[in-house]
């Protein structure tokens, strides 16, 4: 990684406009994968401002604002002959990383030498980059396009069913779970620390035969709070860091908003209902869903479904018609409004909220009673 002072990147960092463009569980996106959406979105996409940090559970993604409205005006000036090749190209990395997924396993795995495992973890690692670009491409293009069936008509129908509903993304890190279980085995390591490394990092256990005491640290860090900056080709990860930490309470802060009574979002699925508002933040919170609840969350992932069946309605912070969250409520016909940006942070577990999903509207009928 390209090395910069840390003093001249803060002072640019805190001087652009940054907003939120997505938030995960850092569970389902630890850094290894940020790793991948980073750089692949660098790479192949052409961005050259993204900041993840990753705080406790959730890890945010920001984008610079002036960056990402060029970027958005680019591919809304897409023409026929670049929907095809993106298509293409789409269609090539995906059933590539398919192919990839379907000969990893156990048995084969374990059969490798140390060489053998290095040389198969890199053609994995490297077509990744790729997809992950990709992936989140066909989600921008949707963005911008409203996810107009026009446009999606490029597009094959299967590949983007894998994409955007299936667990595709679990389904690498199972795989990776596999890798990490033989490499671990080998060097005595536990598995769940690479996941909280560079893949550079892995690959240097090879030759140096065992993960050394500052990077075993390191990895432990990492999982409480780092801070991942690329700014016009300039690279820096960091935590433990006064400067990094401030930036990031900074934006946090500067997020916080007052609540409001009505939200609009895009309808995925049409609807009217009244239901109790629960807000899911992590796997802890699915507990407090109950048949008939409105389901209030940032995103929704494909283990989601117990939650999708007993809700009523499905409102999310992020989303477009292509996101999980609106393929599955049309899948179950639940109603379901998607994209209101700020859903999560407006209401509250127990309000009393009416979705109606023929305007698009989300609206505060009652505050929660408070005990």
Partial sequence: MEKMAKKDIFTEVEKIVWFRYAQRFSSDFPLIFVNYFFKGQGRYLGLKRLLYINKGA??????????????????????KNNFRKIAQETDDVTYKILNILKNISYINIRK????????????????????????IYIQYIGQVYKDDPKILKYFDKEVIRIIRFTPIIPDIKKKFKIYFDVIGHKFLIKADLFFWLFPEEIEGIFKEQ?????????????????????????????????????????????EKIARSTILKGI????????????????????????????????????????????????VTDEGGLLSHASIMARELKKICIIGTKIATKTFKDGDLLEVNANSGLVKLLKKRNKR
Avoid at 114 to 129: D, G, R, T
Avoid at 230 to 252: Q, T, V, W, Y
Avoid at 268 to 296: E, Q, T
Wanted: charged share 30%.
């Fill in 58 to 79: 959730h890890v945010y993604a920001y984008r610079d604002k002036v960056e990402f409205k060029t970027f958005y005006n680019r591919i809304n000036n897409l023409k």
């Fill in 112 to 135: 490798m030498s140390a060489p053998q495992l290095l040389k198969e973890f890199k053609i994995f690692n490297n077509c990744l980059y790729k997809f992950v670009a990709f992936f």
């Fill in 210 to 254: 065992g993960l050394n005491k500052r990077l075993l640290q390191q990895a432990k860090l990492r999982k409480k709070f780092y801070l991942f900056v690329s700014l016009d080709g300039r690279k820096l990860f960091c935590n433990e860091n006064k400067n990094a930490i401030k930036i990031a309470e900074k934006l946090f802060n500067s």
């Fill in 267 to 314: 309808v995925a699925y049409k609807g009217l209902v009244k239901g109790k508002a629960k807000i899911i933040l992590n796997r802890k919170d699915f507990k407090k869903i109950k048949r008939g609840d409105v389901l209030v969350a940032v995103f929704t992932m494909p283990y989601y479904l117990p939650l999708f069946k007993k809700a009523s309605a499905i």
